[in-house]
């Protein structure tokens, strides 16, 4: 089965930025020889995540409310004492959801739910610039 690696650039704005990426991916997915397969979505970073969700303001801000109360930016991460950057609550976010997803697709679309989107959540305490990697393993019409 063939792999086609391709990589997703985003800028953010840090601070559990929710950004919908389904579209971008998408985009992706149509310009492979690929009909059918899987797509992994990966970050190679540690202070942000990838999930789907239902991609609407009222959700957006209850995720925000939900890493607040679950990580708390303002209590004391041995991380910050160690290198005094701010972001250890960062790092614990990300780890509880993960840096990567995996969407099978068939002719070309992506087989999500109707209200869901993928989306990558930047936990960082500042703007970044992100490279996430796509890959895409499947096959062609037969």
Same mark, same amino acid.
């Given at each position: 089965m063939p792999i086609i690696t391709s990589k997703l650039s985003l800028n953010t704005k840090g601070d559990t930025d929710v950004i919908d990426i389904t579209s971008e991916v998408e985009r992706e997915l149509m310009d492979t020889d690929l009909e059918s397969g899987?797509?992994?979505?990966?970050?190679?970073?540690?202070? @942000?995540?990838?999930?789907t969700i239902e991609?609407? !303001? @009222?959700?957006?801000?209850?995720?925000?409310?939900?890493?607040?109360?679950?990580?708390?930016?303002?209590?004391e991460y041995k991380h910050n004492l160690a290198w005094q950057d701010g972001n250890g609550? !960062?790092?614990?976010?990300? !780890?509880?959801?993960?840096? !990567?997803?995996?969407?099978p697709f068939v002719q070309k679309r992506l087989l999500l739910g109707r209200w869901q989107?993928?989306?990558?959540?930047?936990?960082?305490?500042?703007?970044?610039?992100?490279?996430?990697?796509?890959?895409?393993?499947?096959? @062609?019409?037969?």
């Open positions: 899987m797509v992994t979505i990966f970050l190679p970073g540690a202070t @942000g995540g990838i999930t991609y609407e !303001s @009222g959700l957006i801000e209850d995720i925000k409310n939900v890493f607040e109360k679950l990580v708390p930016r303002w209590i609550h !960062s790092h614990i976010r990300a !780890s509880l959801l993960g840096p !990567s997803l995996t969407v989107q993928i989306v990558f959540i930047d936990f960082d305490v500042r703007p970044r610039s992100r490279e996430l990697i796509l890959q895409f393993i499947g096959g @062609g019409k037969k």
